[in-house]
């Protein structure tokens, strides 16, 4: 297995069939420094223009339609010492009567103490002086070419991935996407320092990171979705909107997975999923909502 350093000649703001940046095997590890949400570097220079500018595409060799591509998020280095939000909710997050009353949503600095791991407002507001926050690294925006040579904002998401903005698609997770296209081509960028369920505010804390994944293809493992995993629990992925259909999809997901590996009819599964799933949000301020099926892996038993 080879160990590859991707230092990217381009951005792109588009997940799709475009031509790989770099070539690799199957099971070799990237290493990659991504840009900010807005574009800018770990200097603070902008080199290339939001929404989320990606990372590759990256060919694994062998993957092929109807085939996953398995990614192992190794690790997330932050490499600045600053990240951005947005300074008030997403107007879609409040009843409508309050919108009127919501205060402007300017641009808002927070520190990173990257050798605390920690993060706090450059300039705290009244009530949150004393505010400090883990770091959390998670990745907003990956995933993989989607079907039929589409070209997708990274604005959105869908089957093949995408702006997820899911919290725990961090370091030690593992995601399997559907593979549509020869190579798979893989796209990362848009990480966050921390960042609640939903993205409310319409970012995670975005800064710059120097992350590790492995990339390898599991040859005829038929999905739809995107599925993952950490050490307690695995979950499926689904994009849409309504929110409600989002969940439909990952539920969906869930049961085939629950079928395939777990042995669990639909009855079966149906019976373990009304008393143990938990549900997550990943993301109600993009074109497509996100939401997650989750289930702990103490009540699984693989066959």
Known sequence: MTLHRLVPSSYHNVLGSLSPALHIA???????????????????????????????????EGAEKGDALKVEILSMVPTRDTGFTRSVVSANVVDP???????PRDSVIW??????????????????????????PMIGCFGVAPSLGQAISTATSGEY???????????????????SA????????????????????????ETTFEVTVRLSVEKNRAMVWPRGETADDIFTVGNARPLDQALQHA????LSWLGADYGLDKTAASHLLGQVVRYDVGNVFDPAYTMACRVAKKWLKKR
Not at 117 to 132: F, K, M
Request: proline letters at 8%; hydrophobic letters at 40%.
């Open 26 to 60: 199957d099971g070799d590890t990237i290493v990659t420094e991504t840009l900010d949400a807005a574009g800018f570097d770990k200097n603070g220079v902008r080199q290339a223009f939001g929404p989320n500018p990606m990372n590759g595409p990256i060919f694994v």
């Open 97 to 103: 009567e309050d919108v009127r009353t919501l205060p």
């Open 111 to 136: 520190r990173i103490d990257r050798e605390a791991l920690t993060v706090s407002l450059a300039e705290p507001v009244a009530g949150l002086e004393d505010l400090v926050l883990p770091l959390a």
């Open 161 to 179: 991935g995408g702006n997820m903005d899911y919290r725990l698609l961090g370091p030690g997770a593992t995601i399997w996407f559907p593979v």
């Open 182 to 205: 020869p190579g798979a081509l893989f796209f990362l960028g848009d990480c966050h320092a921390v960042q609640g369920d939903g993205e409310i505010v319409g970012t995670g804390i």
């Open 251 to 254: 539920t969906s997901e869930m």
